[in-house]
Every structure is written in C-alpha cells, then in structure tokens.
C-alpha cells in the first residue's frame, strides 16, 4: 500500500519558521516530481511548490517564492518544504502529492496519483 505522511505542520506566529516533512512508502518516487499544496478554509486547493526527481528544478507559487524552499532526500523517499517569514495568509492544510505529472493540473491536467493526509500549519498574528 502506497502511502504519503506529512508531518512538521502546527502553530506559529507571523514571521516565525516550519518544516514540512511528506515520508512515502510503499513504493519509491526517486524518478519522479513531488510536489506541495495547500488549501486553506473556504478556497480550492492551490499549488505552493513541485521539485523535480534529482532536485535540481524546482517551481514555486508568487505567493511563497523567496520564503519557501522545498527539497527532497530520495535515499529516505522524502520530501520537505522550509518555511520562513510565514503570514497569516500562509494558514492552510499543506498536503504532499506524487508523482507530479504537471503541475498545472489544477487547470486540467493530469492528476497526482498518490496525496498525504494533509498537515495544519495556522500562522497567528
């Protein structure tokens, strides 16, 4: 059974910083893109970031660029985004997915296969 475990989520204030954690097993995605998103109460789902399978591409949301950083660790099927100069806005569950196919799918393209449980992060102000 394949499964996606995010962890690192909780309770900050504005400014402060969170890592995210998103452990796969069942299977290994070393060869392919992961990605995060989130979605925060009342709003879709929207994308936040996607690396690339070696972790030498990676893309980011204007709204997180130069405050989020995501990397992955494939010896360890793990993937991470490092949080920083949070926002209130930031408040929302932050869910992992894999393999990312496109990551415009959010407009239609093909979807992920696999997600995580999702994990709350709430920025205070």
């Known amino acids: 059974q394949v499964q996606l475990v995010e962890s690192g989520g909780g309770l900050v204030q504005a400014g402060g910083s969170l890592r995210l954690s998103c452990a796969a097993s069942g299977r290994t995605f070393s060869s392919y893109a992961m990605g995060w998103f989130r979605q925060a109460p009342g709003k879709d789902r929207e994308f936040v970031a996607t690396?690339?399978?070696?972790?030498?591409?990676?893309y980011y949301a204007d709204s997180v660029k130069g405050r989020f950083t995501i990397s992955r660790n494939n010896a360890k099927n793990t993937v991470y985004l490092q949080m920083n100069s949070l926002k209130p806005e930031d408040t929302a569950v932050y869910y992992c997915?894999?393999?990312?196919?496109?990551?415009?799918?959010?407009?239609?393209?093909?979807?992920?296969?696999?997600w995580g449980q999702g994990t709350q992060v709430t920025v205070s102000s």
């Open positions: 997915a894999a393999p990312i196919y496109d990551r415009n799918f959010l407009s239609g393209g093909r979807r992920p296969d696999y």
């Open positions: 690396i690339n399978w070696s972790g030498t591409n990676t």
